[in-house]
């Protein structure tokens, strides 16, 4: 099973939900953190790292002995990586999305590729987890292929939790991509409101089942739940508005470490998901 566990917004305890979820279940489970520009699963489960993968995507290098200037590599990019001038032609490598069309229009064979450095993925152990996480290069813009790059260690033999990035942009969307459910972090405030409505209809699209983890439950106001309740969206969890909880957060420690109780909770919310991915299995079938 793969569960993606994202939010419209950052700050709703998404990485506090897939870390106690993983740590919780424990065996069988990959943890993949995919919020490759502020990567922080690993602060909370400490993985021993036992290898560094460096990722690099495809950019154009212009042979200029062969290059006539027609000016084809050009009109094809739609990111203006590339640039034919009088005599010459200049690349601009990190504006490139990678999609070849200027090695496929030029009939002088002048396109070849070189590549540029996206990130750095880690991988790991904590305990009986598989830990997998990507750090974005400082300055790139493109995430979403070093996102499929940590996705590509998805094990579909063991339980697969991804840590996404927050909001419902493309990153978000490549990390809920081809996932089995999407669990979506909320908090009961009006930008927390906003932001939930803008991820579920990104779910829509997609259409991946999915419920909601409320945390902070008790403070703001029942919106959220209306919300829910109209939109048939069930809530799978209920995390409280402590202090307790915050101090655990703020020395980087587990809740269901520090508050083993919570360990029963969040395996309940696994049961739940895997019923709910169940049942919509069953469906499609039917």
């Known amino acids: 099973m793969i569960i993606s566990i994202a939010s419209g917004k950052g700050g709703t305890g998404k990485t506090t939900i897939a870390t106690n979820l993983a740590f919780s279940l424990e065996t069988d489970t990959v943890l993949l953190d995919c919020d490759v520009e502020a990567p922080n699963s690993h602060l909370f489960l400490n993985p021993k790292f036992e290898k560094t993968e460096t990722v690099y995507t495809p950019v154009p290098k212009i042979d200029l002995e062969k290059c006539t200037l027609c000016g084809k590599c050009a009109e094809i990019c739609r990111f203006n990586s590339i640039a034919v001038l009088q005599e010459t032609v200049l690349t601009f490598p990190e504006l490139c999305h990678s999609c070849g069309g200027c090695i496929e229009v030029c009939s002088e064979n002048a396109v070849s590729e070189t590549k540029r450095e996206l990130g750095k993925i880690g ?7 598989f830990f997998v996480n990507g750090r974005i290069r400082v300055g790139e813009a493109m995430s979403p292929p070093l996102i499929k790059k940590v996705k590509d260690y998805i094990d579909k033999t063991k339980i697969n939790i991804i840590d996404a990035p927050p909001g419902t942009s493309c990153p978000v969307i490549t990390a809920m991509k ?14 927390g409101l906003h932001d939930l409505i803008l991820a579920v209809e990104a779910v829509k699209v997609l259409n991946i089942p999915c419920g909601l983890v409320i945390n902070r439950a008790d403070i703001g106001d029942n919106r959220v739940k209306d919300y829910a309740r109209d939109n048939n969206i069930p809530i799978l969890m209920e995390i409280p508005f402590e202090r307790k909880i915050a101090e655990i957060y703020s020395k980087g420690e587990l809740v269901v470490s520090a508050m083993p109780e919570f360990k029963e909770k969040f395996l309940e919310l696994y049961r739940s998901i895997a019923e709910i991915v169940q049942r919509s299995e069953k469906g499609c079938e039917n």
């Open 123 to 129: 991988v790991g152990y904590c305990g009986d987890i």
């Open 178 to 191: 081809n996932t089995d459910f999407v669990l979506l972090a909320t908090e009961p405030t009006p930008f």
